[in-house]
């Protein structure tokens, strides 16, 4: 008697709950993400729609003997990894270099190189244009001509409103969707290393100079992050985008 009368009560509820959202069936809102696959997100018979149905469904179940949920398959998540410094030589801490595997200075970025990328990271593709295969990203091969005279001065040297429409109106190797990059994707660039600019040396014309990003400083909004390449690395800060610094642009690479 009391297990009919919890079955009735959590009948009554979950009933009330539905009329209540006329709509509880799986179709797409204009804020809606993908439809849940069968066995997701309360769909418990498996029919794809979250329905009146799977409260009968469920009930039969836990009261009757019936059928039991579908069972819910969770995709595998993928694995997202930081690109690698580039750092393969460990040091202690008078500058010393040492072995990677000495016991008095482990775990050193050198020795795990943890993180995506390699010798074979960047990929040429021969048209002004390098491909990171580890972030997914395209990036143009040199520092840009922002004024158009066909060489690399620092006249080439922009405002942060002017290497975004830079950018955006830019068309090269059959693509017209280039960006500034955001601070983090200009900084995925740097490699900390003694033997190159603080860039792989498949960028041409990428020297020690101030690069612009896409990203404002939020606690200053006039101004915008800017990143630095130089020997050894980068150097990241923000200033006034009236100030004029070198661009390269990006893009997600299909």
């Known amino acids: 008697m009391?297990?009919?009368l919890i079955a009735s009560l959590l009948f009554n509820?979950?009933?009330i709950a539905y009329?209540?959202?006329e709509n509880s069936t799986l179709t797409p809102s204009v804020n809606a993400g993908p439809v849940p696959a069968a066995g997701e997100n309360g769909d418990v018979d498996g029919d794809s729609n979250r329905n009146l149905g799977d409260v009968l469904y469920l009930l039969n179940y836990l009261f009757r003997g019936g059928p039991a949920p579908v069972e819910i398959s969770c995709p595998d998540a993928t694995p997202i990894a930081l690109p690698?410094?580039?750092q393969n030589a460990c040091f202690n801490d008078l500058g010393e270099e040492v072995l990677c595997n000495n016991s008095e200075f482990p775990g050193q970025d050198a020795f795990y190189r943890a993180g995506c990328g390699g010798s074979d990271?960047?990929?040429d593709n021969e048209d002004g244009t390098i491909t990171d295969t580890c972030t997914g990203l395209m990036w143009t091969a040199t520092t840009q001509d922002a004024n158009g005279d066909l060489m690399f001065t620092f006249e080439d040297m922009v405002t942060w409103k002017e290497a975004l429409k830079f950018c955006e109106d830019r068309d090269l190797a059959g693509h017209t969707d280039w960006r500034l990059p955001n601070r983090r994707?200009?900084?995925s660039l740097a490699e900390f290393?003694?033997?190159n600019n603080g860039v792989n040396n498949r960028f041409s014309l990428v020297a020690p100079h101030l690069y612009w990003s896409s990203t404002t400083d939020i606690t200053s909004p006039g101004s915008a992050w800017f990143v630095e390449f130089g020997q050894g690395?980068?150097?990241?800060?923000?200033?006034?985008k009236f100030a004029t610094f070198h661009v390269l642009c990006v893009r997600t690479a299909n």
């Not at 690395?233 to 006034?240: E, I, L, M, N, P």
């Open 19 to 21: 009329l209540m959202n």
């Open 193 to 195: 290393t003694d033997n």
């Open 185 to 187: 994707e200009l900084e």
């Open 2 to 4: 009391r297990s009919i």
């Open 233 to 240: 690395g980068s150097f990241v800060d923000s200033t006034t």
């Open 84 to 86: 690698q410094t580039g």
């Open 121 to 123: 990271r960047f990929v």
């Open 13 to 15: 509820f979950v009933f």
